[in-house]
């Protein structure tokens, strides 16, 4: 996929990288990013509050270069009129590079500073400042890796206290939290704006990270694009350019032009599943949807819904063996197969799937309990030659990657990637920020954290919407990244009009096609 469908999510090495690379390749000087940093911090800041003219505000500079920031545009505060106190926790002499530089003009301007050494409270030096109208803070950026120091924590509390009266500013990410996971560690900055430098680092975009960062610009600090392509960041951001890559449709078509998808799902207690896929895959457009079943579950699985076709398979309520050879004449009519929604559990389902696995089958996504089928029997997974995208919720993809859900949601990137290394498959690890993940290791993170999406049959509608894509000739990657944002835009859609929920997941399905009316040229 063209990467102009999506933004770089750099993770902090990547941006040290691209950074190094800016300065040492390039030749552009470490102090001009700064500068432009800085720059970009007091707009962003300008922006938020209006004139910082006569405002009392507090910069917290740290001992590395998120604190030469800080210097940086604590000088040009100080130049458009704001009464500004420079706390800094390193010693003078220690700033090294372009933070020293940074440090040096802030004192030859003249600027206040305090150390704030380690046994020291920022309270101690408010008391005699006065409370802040704005803090910056410019105390850890990128540079922060594991737990924080004991006084460090206590500095981004004592931040905090001052949440409700000061604005805040977090100058690339608020401190505290990593630029990896977007997890505080344990505590972080709460900050009103997060000004984040070049590109948003991938913790930034999870979901996570939200109640701290408050809103995110991004700044360029002059980063050459060249250097960005060369060395491109393994994970990026899915925007609405990703709806570019829907087939846009025919006056002439025929139903035929626009794929027939098959739903192998339902058992008993679970015929709504299938039948919610398909709900998803005809809203998304799919020309034919057929719901294969065990024949004494077709009625209840159809719903009476004359939009779906069933292909009863066998004479019973269970799935077997025997029915992958009742599905081998019609399978050349099917151009994909969404595999598992509401297929139960019962120990025949697996010699379902087993023999399965052993035809010639058109591409595939696979769900729910075929994906608990796989982490029983992971064979199965290699015989299905096929190419496939599997859609594992955290329980699913734990289960597979034999760790816990709560490890999947700590770290969602690395699970995602683990995962789609492990499976060779794409993967699209369901939840707020959803992640598509390819084997190679890149990711798409879906900007997309909207609670009406959190009910039941949602993720059925997702696989059917996925499923439609792929059967209308679209790349495994390319569906997968459309079907994750166009279900999220549904989901957006809903929460207007639903806005404490409420909403159905058949009403997630019946809201995709208008969801496109805003974003889609007709
Ligand atoms: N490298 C560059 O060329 C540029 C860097 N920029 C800024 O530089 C930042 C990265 O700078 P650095 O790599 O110097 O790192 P940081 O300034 O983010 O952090 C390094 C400092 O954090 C302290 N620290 C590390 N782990 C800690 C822990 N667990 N608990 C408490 N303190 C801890 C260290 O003592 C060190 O002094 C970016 O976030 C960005 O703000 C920008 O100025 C743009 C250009
Ligand atoms: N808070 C949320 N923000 C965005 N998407 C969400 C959120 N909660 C759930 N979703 C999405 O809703 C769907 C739920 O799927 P899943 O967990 O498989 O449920 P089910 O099996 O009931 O359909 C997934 O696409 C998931 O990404
Ligand atoms: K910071």
Not at 328 to 348: C, W
Request: glycine share 12%.
């Amino acid at each position: 996929m063209e990467m102009y469908h999506a933004v770089p999510l750099p993770t902090p090495e990547e941006m040290t990288a691209w950074d190094q690379a800016t300065i040492e390749d390039f030749g552009l000087r470490q102090e001009v990013l700064m500068e432009n940093a800085g720059l970009g911090a007091h707009g962003v800041l300008e922006d938020s509050v209006g004139s910082v003219e006569g405002l009392s505000i507090l910069v917290i500079a740290g001992s590395g270069n998120n604190g030469g920031d800080a210097f940086c545009v604590a000088r040009h505060l100080a130049n458009s009129g704001a009464q500004v106190l420079v706390l800094h926790t390193g010693k003078k002499k220690d700033y090294r590079g372009a933070a020293a530089a940074n440090m040096r003009l802030a004192q030859k301007m003249g600027i206040q500073l305090g150390h704030l050494a380690k046994g020291r409270s920022l309270l101690e030096f408010v008391h005699d400042f006065g409370e802040p109208d704005v803090i910056v803070d410019g105390l850890l950026g990128t540079g922060f890796k594991g737990e924080l120091r004991e006084e460090t924590q206590e500095w981004i509390e004592d931040i905090n206290i001052f949440k409700s009266s000061a604005f805040i500013l977090s100058l690339d990410i608020p401190s505290g939290l990593s630029g990896l996971t977007g997890e505080p560690a344990p505590v972080a900055v709460m900050a009103d704006t997060t000004v984040t430098f070049e590109a948003a680092k991938i913790g930034l975009a999870m979901p996570s990270s939200a109640e701290f960062t408050g809103d995110i610009h991004v700044c360029g600090i002059g980063i050459p694009e060249f250097i960005k392509h060369s060395t491109p960041a393994t994970c990026s951001m899915l925007t609405d350019g990703v709806l570019d890559l829907l087939p846009a449709p025919h006056p002439e078509m025929h139903k035929g032009d626009a794929g027939h998808v098959l739903i192998l799902g339902g058992s008993i207690g679970l015929t709504g599943a299938p039948h919610l896929a398909a709900l998803g895959a005809i809203r998304s457009g799919a020309g034919l949807v057929t719901i294969g079943c065990p024949a004494g579950l077709a009625q209840e699985v159809k719903g009476g819904n004359p939009d779906i076709m069933t292909l009863p398979l066998g004479k019973g309520t269970y799935w077997n063996e025997g029915m992958a050879q009742d599905l081998i004449p019609h399978l050349s009519r099917f151009s994909a197969i969404l595999l598992g929604p509401g297929m139960g559990r019962d120990e025949r389902t697996l010699g379902f799937l087993r023999a399965l696995a052993e035809l010639d089958l058109p591409k595939l996504v696979v769900d729910a309990d075929a994906l608990y089928w796989i982490a029983q029997a992971p064979e199965l997974l290699e015989h299905l030659s096929t190419p496939m995208v599997l859609t594992p919720h955290p329980g699913e993809a734990a289960r597979i990657l034999g760790i816990s859900a709560e490890d999947v949601q700590a770290d969602r990137l690395h699970a995602a990637q683990d995962f789609a290394a492990q499976t060779g498959a794409v993967s699209i690890l369901k939840g707020a920020g959803t992640i598509i993940a390819l084997p190679d290791g890149r990711a798409y993170v879906s900007p997309f954290a909207i609670s009406n999406l959190a009910v039941a049959g949602s993720g059925d509608v997702l696989g059917g919407l996925s499923t439609s894509l792929l059967a209308r000739d679209m790349e495994l990657e390319d569906a997968a990244c459309l079907a994750v944002y166009w279900h999220g835009l549904a989901g957006g859609q809903l929460s207007e009009d639903f806005p404490v929920r409420g909403n159905t997941a058949s009403d997630i399905a019946n809201a995709l096609p208008k969801a496109l009316k805003e974003t889609v040229d007709a």
